[in-house]
Each structure stands twice: as C-alpha cells, then as structure tokens.
C-alpha cells in the first residue's frame, strides 16, 4: 500500500510523470516529499498502464528528478469538513492557514463532489433581499440560484459582493442559519485583505469560510480551490441545514489556470485556447448550486469574473452564461459616471426571477413593472442614439421624456449608496414613480388593472 | 454460446479509456468498464489499440482492471412505461437511481431502464395463426390517460403467431405472442423491443410535409410554421429564451407525444419542466402534460460522453413512438452542448480540428440528426411523424460559427433569438427579420383548408409591413420620426401594433400563452383593417397625431388580453369600433 517511489521521469511545468507505479488511479491524489523535508500534493491527470501524469498543486519548483519520493495516497481528493470551519481561513487546497491549527476532523469529502438527480432537486422558489433595487427590482437573486457578476478589472465587483453578503445576511428570515463560503482564486492580496475586513464590519466574519488562492500562490491549486470551498459548502448546506452564499471570485483566474495546465499537457486547444472540456469544468462547478430535496439548507452561489477586455462574448464569460440562471453585468460607462453599482441593466438577468416574485413572495405587480422598466429603458437607448445623430433638440417629445426617465433611473434607481439598503417595497414603489414619468399609454408591458392601483396620481394629471 | 471478449484498461485520459492488444471488441458496442462495472461505448478500434469512451465519470479506475464487451451495441429499452418518466442520457430512470443511490447521482448504478414488475391491462391484438411482421401491432396497452401503447414486432420478425395470451395484465417482460419464423425457428415476443440508438429504425417511406404543427405561438404558427415532420433551429444567445421558447412549444404544441431531451442543461431547468408539466393540464386531452411527455436529462454536470448519446436516445424513444402512428415532437435543448461534448471527446482522442476546434465529421453527425426527422409511413401502414426542434447556443451569440452555419444547412425553419429584443423584454425574441420557414409554401393548402383562405395571403402583408418599418427605421435613426410624411408614419404604427399586439406573446398569462388559428387569423383579421381604415383617413390627409389621440392603436394592441379564448366572438365588436373611430375622426375633422 504505501509503496515510496524514488525519483520522476519527467518535470514540465506543474506536471511530472512517473514510471513503474502500481494500483494507481485516476483522479488520485498522491504526496510528494522533496529534499527529504519540502512536502506538496499532487493529482493523477493521466495514466498509461504504469506511468502516470502527475499535477502538482504547489508548483514544481525545488523538484529534480531524482530528489523526489512519491506515495499514492488511496484516495481522491478530499477535504476535512465540520462545522468548525466556519470563521477560519483555508489555503486553497483547505489546509488551515490562520495558526489556529488542524480542524480535528475526520469528516471528509471527495471535492469533485456528484451530480445533484435533477428528480432530487426542489425548485428554488425563495428570494433573497439584497436591498439593491436593480438586483431586487429587475434581476431577483433566489436561494439556490446561480448568478455570476460579470466584471470587469478595475470595477466595483468586489464592494457589490460585500454589499450583498452584507445586506443579505441581515435578511427577513433571521431565524435560519446563514453562512458565507469564500472561495479566491488568483486574487490580489489586497482583494482577499478587502474582504475579510468586510465581512469583520458587516459582523458576519465568524460565519465565514475562506479559502484563498492567492496571485503568487501555485497556479495548479486554483483548479481545486472552488471545488474544495463548493464541497464545504454542500456539506454546511445539505448535512448541517445551513443557508450558504457561495463567492467565488476570480473565475477567469480559474479558466487561465485551466487553459496553462491544459497546454503543457499538449492537449488540442479549442477557443482561444481554452481547453475543450472548459464548458464541462464550469459546469460542473456552477451546478452545484441549488436546493435537496429534504434538506433544509441550500447552495446559491455568486462567483465574480472579470471579463477579458469588458468583453462578453469571450468563451469564459460566454460560457459561464450558457450555465448559470442569469448574470449581473457590470457597466465600465455607468461606472465612470460614478454610479454605484454600475449594473448595466439590459444585458443582466436573473432566470429564476419569474417564479420568486410577484403575489405571495413580493408583490403582484413586480414582474410587469419590471419588463415595463426593462422595455422603457432599451426605448431609453434607442432615444440616446437618436439625440447623437440629430441632437438632443430636435428629439420628439416622447422621446425627451425618455431621455429624462433614462437620466433618473440610472441615478435613482440603479445607483444607490454602498450602504444603502432598500426594502422590496421601497424599491417597487421607486420604479412606479419613475415610470409616472413616462405617460401612461407608453406602459404597454402592465396589466391595465395595475396601472390602476399603482401608478402614481399626478397632481399635473394630463400634463 | 459465445464467450464474452474481454479486455483490460490500458490508459486513462477523462471520460476516454484505452485497451491494449486484441479485444475483438465490435464499433459502437457496450461495455462495462471496471469492477464499478461503469457502462461505455466503443467509439474506435486500431491493430492494437481499442479506444472506448465512458458514460460516467472515471476517477477511482485503475490501469489493468477489466473491461467487458456485451455483444450488443448501445440500445434503448423500449416498452410501456418511457411516458411520464424522466431518464438519464442512456436511458436510466432517475427516479430509481434517486431510490438506490441518493439525492446525488452515484456511479456504476445498476437500474432496469423500465419497470420490469409492473402489470399491464394488456390487450393481445394477435390470434394463432396471423401472419405478421415487422411493425404488426401484437397488443395494446394503456401507458398513461392520455396515450395507448402499441407493442409491435420488432423490425426483423416475419412470420406465423402458433400462440398468442389472452388479454390481462402482463409485466413488459412477459411472452405474449410466439411466432414461427420462415426458417422454421420460433420466436418469443413480449411487450419489449431493443434498439440501438444511433441506427435509425425502419419506415416504409417519407410523405411531404404539409399538415403545421400548431405550437399555439403566434410568431411560429402565422409567420414561421413548422410541419409535422419538419426540422427547425431555435439559435440564440444566453438569456434570450431558447428555453423558455421550447417550454412553450413542449407544452402547446398539437403532437401526441413529446420528447424533450435536456442535453447538458441546468438541473434546475429539468427540475422545473418535471414539476410544471405534471402540474399542467393539456388542453386538448385534459389530462396532465406529463402524461405525453418524457424527458431525457444530461445536465451540464452529467458526464460528457453520455451526453453525446442523449440525443439519440431522445431520437431513438421519438421514432419508437412514431411507429405507433404517433407525431412525435422533439425539443432538443441544446444541440450546441451536443456538438461541444463531440468537440471535447474528439480533443481527447487527438483527432486534427477542424473549424474552431470543433471535428470535421460536425457536420455529416447534425445532417445524419435532423434527417431522422420526417412524416413517414410506418412499417405497419400507419402514419406518423418526428418533428425536430433544436436549439442552438451559439457561442458569443455569434450566428456565424459552425454548429449554427451547419445546423442553418440541414433545417427547413429557422427561429433566430435577437438579442436587442431580448434586452427590451421582447418575448418571444424570434426576430421577423432573420427568421425564416421554407415550410410555408407546403402549408399555404392546409391553411387555405383549416382557417381560412386568405390567411396566407394576410400572414404575407403584415411581413410586408414588418419589412417597410424596417426601412423606415434606417431613416428615422438618421433624422428622426417627425420629417416622415404621415402614410409613412402610418406604417411605423401599425408595425407597432403588429409587433407588440400580435409577435409579442405573454408566456405567463391564461389567455395569450396558447392561442388557437382562429384567434390568430382573426388577430390578423382586426390589426389589417385597422390599417386599412386608417390608410384611408391618412390619404385623405389626416395627420397622424388626430388618429393616434383616438386610442383605438391601444386598443387593438391589447386584444390579446383583452379577448378571452373561449369568447373569440367579441373580436368581430373590434371593427365595429375601428368602423366607429373612422366615422368619428371624418366627423370631427372631415
């Protein structure tokens, strides 16, 4: 069993093959000692009868091939769990890195985790209240949901994600357990240094989980970051019955990390180099989001990328979009105009928005009201587009009053402040007073009998 | 008997599994791999190489463990109880792999495809002494409310029933029929047939399409219809509504069956089409939706190479139930899924790329697809048909790269997803402009017979106006609305009330999710004499503004909630009004 092998046949990046092993298995994950006292973990990538293809998490640095003793450990990766977890902070392979000292667990997990049967699955339902009226308003976050942010460097993606766990955690439902898994892959010090200083001000800090990867830190490991903090997560949700927001920030860390592994393994690159298994790798990490059947907790997940030169069509954010259940795209111009959070509101989406809101979750009016601002505010474009060519005087009346109504929504509703935290109902009424903008024959999206009871009466009426 | 080949892993590469030496292994037969007995395929055969791929996932399995071979290739189960049921990419049940193995799906899981203790009412349709063959329908069996099961002989059987049951209630693993073969042999049929799921199963032959496949959606129906036995594309980008667009059509569309493959999708999706189609009633039937529905689910975690199968799995159950003189519906969501795990199985093997890493034999897989679709004369006489409805999810939304350029050669109707509309909340987001349907022509004679005479020639002026609004939006967005004279501004209107009266159609309301031809015609009907009556107004030189200030442009816009399903008669008050507006307006102003 626990056969040392002595020396490597090949060292090629983060990979190293080894001859002559026996009882290897795919997916196994072995330990590597080097110079007798450097101790790293390894992955089994590939296996041709007995030469197996090696990954090294740490990197291979200081490894020869001949310095090297190698031990198959049994078993593929796992991770130590427990409800302990919470408040500490992990590397990115889950090994304790605050000195508070091993978790003393001898729950594990394997951290590819498994297929959730779609027959087991409840249909996640329950909105959850951000407080940030054009993610409440338009693009509802709902528990079990999977909803990226697409960012760009340089965005305020990392103060909308505090704001959310911030505001989210202080929700209508305060008798449930609710915990934050942080998962960082290739981040910045200070990105990781931001956030637990967030999470210390919202109070939330000792029901957080951190696991962090940082930029410097192996490029390898990143590939085993998110599955390490998804299958904690799935543990605290579906086996402790907690309510678990998952951030994973930076997913094009992740893809990058991927896409450098795949090509020093020689693989056939397909877009833009990315592997071709990219789709089924996010994918198996985005789904592992959502609700059991039976269990009281649940998964929702919020992973942060930033898209390669603002660019949505890029396979990583294009992707990621064919998985999740929507996307909050962030606005490099609305962000220059010092609009905070720079939602850019057209392109986002929130899928399972329809069956979270309206009579008995929000209110009844919510889903109309929010295709009519939707609807007014890509009329909004259309009119901005028409003022640039034959300038802002000679527009149409109707189109003046959208202009006016796009100039307010963008700063009302869409900006708010970093601390601000709106109810559904302030929210709700905010879009009915900005549409009251608007004359009431353009509302062509709201049942006639909502038009009734919510639009505001004008003192002005007919003006 | 013949011994089983056996052979012994040799490499491992993700779901592709390598076996050295001789196997005498066949193409395309099933294996299972390892002492998890995982099930796989072999996909290509070399001197001494065998190449397999694996339908699940493939951690934990170790070089030198045992492969086996079934003499079979990779094959559907077929027999009562696929309706009402939602399986896995090779035909597994999930329910029951949720009983044996958990919430999650586990590997290795031993499950009958269908319930072999099950009794049926059966009725034996054959005595001693018929002569059948391939197709005759031996029994027939209740499967659910709403859909007779017919058992037929498989394709290869000809010969004399020496004994046949008696009607009763029967498990599908039972001997009903037993039939002496020409060869003197005897042959015992039960309710069960096998099939592989990449050869397509015989037809007598192919009719022309020209009956429409009713989805109930105005855009589809009126300006880009489907025939039973027709092929269409839904491409799109993400978040336009591909999903929703097939939700709708699975759930209204007037097919007796319908298949809807969930190929490398959301869980949540699949989860929700389970819940809603149990929980909705099928207007026609009155019985639940699921009663005529089965679905195939290979979420996008699933494992690749079983996704590749769903798809014909989905197909081969499609072209099983056509045989009974069933149409058949398939919603395939989404092909694109399909041809990336083609794309990431082929990078595996090292094949050479072709366009954008896709591999070279893209094209002639999505042909071979699509043209298993078809209205058919089935082996027994009867009449039925598999209608195709793929969607695409183009990369970068782009239409331009190959899965959607290829699937654009072999599709008679094309539902371009816009995303521009899509932003406006604009659903369904089918742009008039680049959709189109080669259909139409095979149909006109349908239309002409079932709604009215003049439908088609109705369908084809309010595309006009669609097409004149198009060219008079390049101008407006030069120089604004206010220059264009008022026949023009004219056809600006009405092209509104088109698109957002009649195009624009609200999933989620009782009345407008599924219309009938004849609201539809006579929505055509209303909008077109408005326009008419309006034209008149405009040449005798009213302006637009007195005829848009009489509200009447609302009003017709709002028909389609306004005008309940069962009370289509309140749509002939409609020209009464727009008669009234027009003697009003003459009044005030003439």
């Known amino acids: 069993m626990a056969i040392e092998y002595l020396g490597l046949s090949n060292i090629n990046g983060p990979l190293v093959v080894l001859e002559g092993v026996q009882e290897a298995f795919f997916d196994e994950i072995v330990e590597f000692v080097v110079d007798g006292n450097i101790k790293k973990m390894g992955r089994i990538v590939e296996l041709n009868e007995d030469k197996a293809v090696i990954q090294v998490f740490e990197g291979t640095e200081n490894m020869s091939l001949t310095n090297t003793h190698t031990r198959l450990s049994g078993h593929p990766m796992e991770v130590a769990v427990s409800p302990d977890m919470l408040g500490r902070t992990f590397n990115g392979i889950g090994i304790p890195i605050d000195g508070l000292g091993s978790l003393g667990s001898a729950d594990k997990r394997d951290v590819n985790g498994l297929p959730l049967n779609p027959v087991r699955r409840e249909y996640p339902r329950n909105y959850i209240r951000t407080g940030i009226s054009a993610i409440d308003g338009l693009t509802t976050l709902i528990r079990g949901q999977k909803l990226p942010i697409f960012s760009g460097n340089g965005l305020p993606h990392d103060q909308l994600a505090a704001q959310i766990v911030k505001q989210a955690s202080l929700g209508d439902n305060s008798d449930e357990q609710f915990a934050v898994v942080f998962g960082a892959m290739g981040v910045k010090h200070d990105v990781a240094d931001y956030f637990r200083k967030a999470f210390e001000e919202s109070g939330v800090s000792d029901h ?18 998110p599955k390490v903090a998804l299958t904690v997560a799935e543990y605290l949700a579906f086996e402790c019955n907690m309510h678990i927001l998952v951030i994973l920030t930076d997913m094009t860390s992740f893809a990058e990390a991927m896409r450098e592994v795949s ?6 690159p397909s877009r833009k180099g990315y592997p071709g298994y990219l789709y089924s790798e996010f994918a198996t990490l985005y789904e592992r989001a959502g609700i059991v059947e039976g269990a009281n907790g649940s998964v929702t997940q919020l992973p942060i990328l930033t898209m390669p030169n603002d660019d949505i069509t890029h396979p990583i954010p294009d992707l990621t979009g064919y998985i999740t259940e929507g996307q909050i795209v962030l606005d490099r111009n609305l962000h220059g105009q010092s609009v905070y959070p720079p939602i850019s509101i057209l392109p986002s989406l929130s899928r399972l928005m329809k069956d979270g809101i ?19 505010y890509a009329k909004v474009g259309e009119a901005r587009n028409l003022a640039s060519v034959i300038g802002e005087d000679e527009l149409s009346p109707i189109d003046k009053q959208y202009l006016k109504f796009g100039e307010e929504f963008e700063k009302r509703y869409v900006g708010q402040g970093p601390a601000e935290n709106r109810t559904i109902k302030q929210t709700l009424d905010l879009g009915w007073e900005l549409l009251s903008l608007l004359p009431k024959e353009e509302l062509d999206r709201i049942d006639t009998k909502l038009i009734e009871i919510y639009y505001p009466k004008k003192e002005n009426e007919g003006a | 008997m013949e011994t089983k080949n056996i052979g012994k892993i040799y490499g491992i590469n993700g779901p592709v599994i390598y076996l050295k030496g001789k196997t005498g292994f066949k193409m395309s037969e099933m294996v299972y791999v390892g002492r998890e007995r995982l099930v796989g395929e072999v996909i290509s055969l070399d001197k001494d190489m065998t190449t397999i791929q694996v339908y699940e996932e493939t951690s934990g399995l170790k070089p030198g463990e045992q492969v086996e071979a079934t003499g079979a290739a990779v094959s559907v189960t077929l027999a009562p109880g696929i309706l009402n049921n939602i399986f896995d990419g090779i035909e597994r049940p999930l329910e029951s792999i949720a009983v044996s193995g958990g919430a999650f799906i586990t590997r290795g899981v031993s499950v009958d495809s269908l319930d072999t203790e099950k009794l049926w009412d059966t009725h034996v349709t054959v005595s001693e002494g018929d002569i059948i ?6 029994a027939e069996v209740p499967e659910t409310r709403a859909i007779l099961h017919k058992c037929m002989a498989p394709p290869d059987v000809e010969g004399v029933v020496v004994s046949a049951a008696g009607d009763g209630q029967y498990t599908i693993k039972d001997t009903l029929v037993t039939v002496e073969l020409s060869d003197g042999s005897r042959r015992e049929l039960s309710m069960t047939q096998h099939w592989p799921i990449r050869v397509p199963r015989p037809v007598h032959h192919r009719y022309p399409a020209n009956e429409p496949l009713v989805t109930g959606q105005r855009i589809l129906d009126t300006m880009f219809p489907i025939a039973k036995g027709g092929t269409a594309a839904i491409p799109g980008g993400f978040g336009t509504g591909k999903t929703m667009t097939q939700h709708q059509i699975a759930k209204w569309a007037d097919a007796d069956i319908i298949i809807y493959i969930g190929c490398g999708e959301r869980g949540n999706e699949m989860t929700q089409v389970l819940e809603e189609f149990s929980e909705l009633v099928d207007p026609r039937s009155g019985n639940p939706l699921m009663d005529r529905t089965t679905l195939i689910a290979n979420t996008s975690n699933m494992p690749v190479a079983a996704r590749e199968a769903s798809i014909y799995t989905g197909l081969t159950l499609a072209e099983y139930y056509r045989d009974m003189g069933y149409d058949v519906a398939i919603m395939a969501d989404s092909t694109s899924r399909w041809a990336e795990a083609l794309r990431e199985l082929s990078g595996r093997l090292e094949e050479m790329p072709a366009e954008e890493g896709f591999p070279a034999y893209l094209a002639s897989r999505l042909s071979a697809f699509y043209e298993r679709a078809g209205m058919m004369q089935t082996l027994n006489g009867g009449k039925g048909s598999v209608s195709i409805i793929g969607a695409v999810s183009p990369q970068g939304g782009d239409f331009s790269e190959p899965v959607t350029q290829n699937t654009k050669r072999f599709v008679r109707c094309f539902w371009g997803l816009d995303k521009s509309l899509a932003y406006s909340r604009h659903f369904p987001a089918i742009h008039w402009l680049t959709s189109y349907s080669e259909y139409l022509p095979d149909l006109a004679g349908w239309y002409s017979d079932h709604v009215s005479p003049k439908f088609v020639d109705y369908r084809n002026r309010m595309m006009a106006i ?12 030069l120089i604004g609305g206010d220059v264009l004279p008022d026949d023009q501004k004219l056809i600006l209107e009405i092209a509104k009330v088109i698109r ?10 009782k009345d407008d999710t599924c219309v009938s031809m004849e609201k539809q015609f006579k929505m055509m009907d209303v909008i077109l004499y408005l326009y008419k009556r309006a034209r008149k107004l405009v040449a005798m030189g009213m302006p637009m503004s007195v005829l848009k200030a009489e509200g009447i442009f609302e009003k017709v816009i709002a028909v389609k909630y306004d005008v309940p399903n069962d009370n289509l008669t309140m749509l002939d008050f409609y020209k009464k009004d727009i008669d009234e507006f027009y003697d009003r307006v003459i009044e005030k102003n003439g």
């Open chain 1, 358 to 376: 309206g009579k008995g979750y929000t209110r009844e009016d919510h889903q109309d009201l929010a295709n009519q601002l939707f609807s007014a």
């Open chain 2, 133 to 138: 063959h391939g197709g005759t329908v031996i």
């Open chain 2, 500 to 509: 957002l009266g009649f195009l624009q159609q609200n999933a989620f309301h």
């Open chain 2, 466 to 477: 669609l097409n004149q609004e198009s060219s008079l939006m390049e101008i407006v967005k």
């Open chain 1, 208 to 225: 957080v989980c951190m696991f962090l990867n940082m930029a410097n830190d192996p490029v390898v490991e990143r590939l085993i970051t």
């Open chain 1, 263 to 268: 090509s020093s393994r020689g693989e056939i």
